[in-house]
């Protein structure tokens, strides 16, 4: 729109680069943030203002906490042998919740090729050196069980492999295309319980 002010242009910009929001949504979002009581709109940006400065990410898991090295990677009751590799920081409380008490590496994010994600924007690269320097019993894949998720744990397998890790397969529990995130405790549970090993 010609005759739109170039900060309302810049705004849309902004939030159609946030994950799963399409120029319409953009659009609606940013018309929603002008239109109500500047306050609520300001609470948002200070929000995220707020959390920036508070959270920062684990140099030695890529997790997202208050500390670094994150309140999980810095307690040494955790199970050093086995390593478990996440998408997603949020995906930690899940597990969490299971019981699990080995550590965690969080690849923030998996590989698409529909939205150009390549190994080099993961952290495949600090996962192979914490595997190098670390030397876990075992390394279990804990990639989501849908097309992506198993392409990027395929790949990682292939790079994990060679450093003699042991590198294992959440178990088949899980319904194919489902969500770590969404997920009951108990299938998670049970599918960490049966992990197996890569072939
Ligand atoms: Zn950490």
């Excluded at 919740?97 to 080099?120: D, M, W």
Aim: glycine share 8%.
């Amino acid at each position: 729109m010609a005759n739109r002010d170039r900060s309302i242009e810049a705004l849309i910009a902004a939030l159609e680069r946030l994950p799963g929001v399409g120029p319409k949504t953009a659009e609606r979002l940013a018309f929603h943030l002008l239109r109500v009581p500047a306050e609520e709109a300001l609470g948002l940006a200070r929000a995220i203002d707020a959390a920036r400065a508070a959270v920062r990410t684990c140099s030695v898991c890529c997790n997202l906490d208050a500390r670094d090295p994150c309140a999980i990677c810095a307690d040494p009751a955790r199970d050093r042998a086995l390593l478990l590799v996440v998408e997603d920081p949020r995906e930690i409380d899940r597990f969490e919740a299971t019981g699990f008490r080995g550590r965690y590496h969080v690849l923030q994010g998996r590989l698409s090729a529909f939205e150009g994600v390549r190994p080099e924007e993961l952290t495949f690269g600090r996962l192979l050196d914490r595997v190098r320097t670390e030397r876990p019993a075992e390394v279990c894949l804990a990639t989501n069980p849908d097309l992506e998720g198993e392409g990027t744990a395929r790949v990682l397998a292939e790079r994990l492999l060679p450093l003699g890790a042991a590198v294992t397969r959440l178990a088949r529990g899980l319904p194919a295309g489902a969500s770590i995130a969404q997920v009951s405790t108990s299938i998670l549970a049970d599918a960490l319980e049966g992990r197996r090993p890569w072939s």
